[in-house]
């Protein structure tokens, strides 16, 4: 594994693409599939603003407990790895590109043309992120699915919520305070990033967030 020292980690859902990709992988891996039931329930979870989403949400926050997500992996429970692979291959190819955001990427181009080397850091699932890494030429860390003798068990073997500073120190053996560190991102859970990056590029949709403005951040609206 090689690097630069100069290092980009990039978000993937909502820095990238304007959409929830694991959700987005496994709805149409359903569909694929011909999994009517696992479909239907996709649907009602990925419905904008429909009351199960806003529910699942105060939840989350409640109980720091993602219950959309567990629901989310808990659909391909049995499914083989190999055809969620095939699912994503073709969920990346022709149901993606609509929702890319193209500042964002416009973004990544000019820092990786003037030698940043981008890494896609996410915590979706790895399917999905590996083939976007892959269709971008890019490097990639990701969530990792749990496999027992090729199939799915509807859990996560590796989870990187709150460990992306660690996965990203462990890809580059060194300490982020000694390298020369940028970041583009959505979320505010990357906040320890953004706090060691120069420099910081945060993505919005349509006006900055509040905690947004409290960084020395670029913010990239679109």
């Avoid at 987005?24 to 603003?49: C, I, P, Q």
């Avoid at 990701?142 to 462990?170: H, M, N, W, Y």
Wanted: proline residues 4%; charged residues 20%.
């Amino acid at each position: 594994m090689t690097h630069t020292d100069r290092t980009l980690a990039v978000d993937v859902c909502g820095t990238l693409y304007d959409t929830n990709t694991t959700a987005g992988l496994v709805t149409f891996h359903h569909a694929r599939r011909g999994h009517r039931w696992r479909f239907a329930m996709m649907k009602a979870l990925t419905r904008r603003r429909s009351m199960l989403q806003q529910g699942l949400i105060l939840f989350a926050k409640l109980s720091r407990f993602d219950a959309h997500r567990a629901l989310v992996l808990a659909s391909l429970r049995g499914e083989t790895l190999t055809s969620l692979q095939a699912s994503a291959t073709r969920y990346v190819a022709d149901h993606l590109p609509t929702h890319a955001i193209p500042a964002a990427h416009a973004r990544v181009a000019q820092m990786r043309a003037s030698g940043w080397q981008p890494v896609l850091v996410s915590n979706a699932l790895a399917p999905v992120i590996e083939e976007i890494a892959r269709k971008l030429e890019l490097p990639c860390i990701a969530s990792q699915p749990d496999v027992q003798d090729g199939c799915l068990t509807g859990r996560l073997f590796r989870d990187l919520t709150g460990q992306k500073r660690k996965a990203i120190e462990a890809y580059l053996n060194h300490s982020l305070d000694h390298v020369q560190f940028a970041v583009i991102t959505d979320n505010r859970s990357d906040r320890d990033l953004v706090a060691v990056a120069y420099p910081a590029v945060l993505v919005a949709s349509r006006t900055p967030r509040k905690w947004m403005r409290k960084w020395d951040a670029e913010i990239l609206c679109h």
